[in-house]
């Protein structure tokens, strides 16, 4: 610990130097100190001015949450694969083949996917345990939109990287949140804490600051849609890994590289009749994008992805769409050619 800043209520904990920080940050801390339920707070060594909550901050409350303390984008954070081979195996074409595929494999800033992934629907459908439909009443119609996203990395601090170790070890490394679904949610929930601020006469430091109750109407729907829009973002963060270690199993030269699927598409991975199950997938999961058969699903993609799902192509795993993809992917193996296989179902 670097230091103390002393307030009326709790100490604020420093993890860097009170001279590093910026004035508009201390600032804000000893607001966000003076708001009551707050019985502790840290610092962190990236400290800097944020809106409502300052970044880098650790703010311990009890009987009590700040939506904006818990931020925008739900869920923000990180993930990383080791992958079986050093810095040597990647020459300057495979870098720039790298860059290429992933960029054409995951939508960057506000855009999202065309067609939403199999394993999108499959989440959206009901994989968790508060589906999309109990959200809060204003998400309703954002569902296909949230679907698309899934596997996207939005913009402003959000990477994709391919990057080397101390031990010149390759690793992938992506940063991203709940996308737009996550940032609508946070904003919901913070304007009603603001609206429960105004009705009850309670005057805080900041209005950002407005806090929800535990154990209030407000407070359970806030934890329900933040328990969801977490979920979101983790599985968010697992798509993206996914479509990205695809990319490095087509590297030209990684012959002997396999690609292990995420667990949803494990689960997909048990269907033993391509066709006549993938059918009954899609029709359970289409409602949840508005769509009312898979025969209308398909309608929107291409008629000859069927025969795709039966196992007869799939070689060239670029040009199919990437609804059908997850499918293809999930239940047969797709071989590039005879020594490189592409992915593999557990």
């Known amino acids: 610990m670097k230091g103390v800043i002393q307030t009326e209520r709790i100490p604020i904990k420093l993890w860097a130097p009170v001279e590093e920080i910026e004035d508009e940050a201390i600032s804000q801390l000893k607001k966000t100190a003076a708001v009551p339920g707050v019985v502790g707070l840290a610092v962190m060594p990236d400290v800097h001015l944020g809106h409502g909550a300052t970044i880098g901050s650790v703010i311990a409350t009890r009987g009590m949450v700040i939506p904006s303390a818990v931020g925008v984008d739900i869920g923000c954070g990180m993930m990383a694969a080791k992958l079986p081979f050093s810095v040597h195996r990647l020459s300057h074409g495979n870098i720039k083949y790298l860059r290429e595929e992933i960029e054409l494999r995951i939508p960057v800033g506000f855009t999202d996917h065309k067609i939403a992934s199999v394993e999108a629907l499959l989440w959206m459908g009901g994989e968790h345990p508060c589906g999309f439909t109990h959200?809060?009443?204003?998400?309703?119609?954002?569902?296909?939109?949230?679907?698309?996203?899934?596997?996207?990395?939005?913009?402003?601090?959000?990477?994709?990287?391919?990057?080397?170790?101390?031990?010149?070890?390759?690793?992938?490394?992506?940063?991203?949140?709940?996308?737009?679904?996550?940032?609508?949610?946070?904003?919901?929930?913070?304007?009603?804490?603001?609206?429960?601020?105004?009705?009850?006469?309670?005057?805080?430091?900041?209005?950002?600051?407005?806090?929800?109750?535990?154990?209030?109407?407000?407070f359970n729907a806030y934890w329900r849609d933040l328990q969801w829009a977490q979920a979101y973002a983790m599985k968010n963060r697992e798509l993206m890994m996914e479509a990205v270690m695809r990319a490095v199993a087509w590297m030209p030269g990684r012959t002997e590289f396999t690609v292990t699927p995420s667990p949803a598409t494990s689960r997909a991975s048990?269907?033993?009749?391509?066709?006549?199950?993938a059918r009954a997938v899609l029709d359970r999961i289409s409602p949840a994008i508005g769509w009312r058969t898979a025969t209308e699903v398909m309608a929107t993609t291409r008629p000859q992805c069927w025969a795709c799902m039966a196992g007869t192509a799939a070689l060239h795993m670029r040009n199919v769409p990437r609804t059908i993809t997850a499918i293809v992917v999930s239940q047969c193996w797709t071989v590039r050619s005879a020594s490189a296989v592409?992915?593999?179902?557990?």
């Not at 048990?270 to 199950?277: Q, W």
């Not at 592409?342 to 557990?346: A, G, I, K, L």
């Open 270 to 277: 048990v269907l033993r009749n391509p066709v006549a199950p």
């Open 342 to 346: 592409y992915f593999v179902s557990r």
């Open 135 to 218: 959200l809060h009443a204003a998400i309703q119609k954002d569902a296909s939109r949230a679907a698309r996203q899934l596997g996207t990395l939005g913009g402003g601090n959000h990477f994709v990287e391919v990057c080397v170790d101390e031990a010149e070890q390759v690793w992938l490394l992506l940063h991203s949140g709940s996308r737009g679904v996550g940032n609508k949610l946070a904003q919901i929930h913070i304007e009603v804490a603001k609206d429960l601020m105004r009705r009850y006469f309670i005057a805080l430091p900041d209005p950002e600051l407005a806090y929800l109750v535990q154990q209030t109407p407000e």
